[in-house]
C-alpha cells in the first residue's frame, strides 16, 4: 500500500504559475504509475496527468497539454503538477492518485489517493 498527501495549493492569479507535490509514504513508490487528477465544484472528478513508473512516459489532457508538466522523484517518494498559465478553468480541488498501470485515465484505475489540495485562480 502507499499513502499519499498533496500539497502546494493555493489562490493564483490567471497566468501565474504553481507546482503541486505529492508525497508518498513507503518503500513502494517506484512500483506505482501515478497520476494527478482535479474536480471543479460541481463536476466529476477528471483525469489531468500520468506518469509510467520510471517517468520516462507521461500522459495528458487536452486541457492542460502544453501548460502542464509532471514528473516524479523516486529517490524521495514524490511525485510534481508544474502549473503554468493557469486559467480560471483550472480551479479545482488536485488529487493524486497511485495505480498499475500507465497512463490510465479512469478514475477507478487508481487504488490509492491523496486527501487533495486546493487551486483557485482569480482572472
Known amino acids: 500500500q502507499v499513502q499519499l498527501v498533496e500539497s502546494g495549493g493555493g489562490l493564483v492569479q490567471a497566468g501565474d504559475s504553481l507546482r503541486l507535490s505529492c508525497a508518498a509514504s513507503?518503500?513502494?513508490?517506484?512500483?506505482?504509475?501515478m497520476a494527478w487528477f482535479r474536480q471543479a465544484p460541481g463536476k466529476e472528478r477528471e483525469f489531468v496527468a500520468a506518469?509510467?513508473?520510471?517517468?520516462?512516459?507521461?500522459y495528458y489532457a487536452d486541457s492542460v497539454t502544453g501548460r502542464f508538466t509532471i514528473s516524479r522523484d523516486n529517490a524521495n517518494n514524490t511525485m510534481y503538477l508544474h502549473m503554468n498559465s493557469l486559467k480560471s478553468e483550472d480551479t479545482a480541488l488536485y488529487y493524486c492518485?497511485?495505480?498499475?498501470?500507465?497512463?490510465?485515465?479512469?478514475?477507478?484505475?487508481?487504488?490509492?489517493w491523496g486527501q487533495g489540495t486546493r487551486v483557485a485562480v482569480s482572472s
Open positions: 506518469i509510467s513508473w520510471t517517468g520516462y512516459y507521461t
Open positions: 513507503g518503500r513502494t513508490f517506484s512500483m506505482y504509475c
Open positions: 492518485a497511485a495505480g498499475r498501470q500507465a497512463g490510465r485515465r479512469g478514475v477507478n484505475e487508481y487504488a490509492f
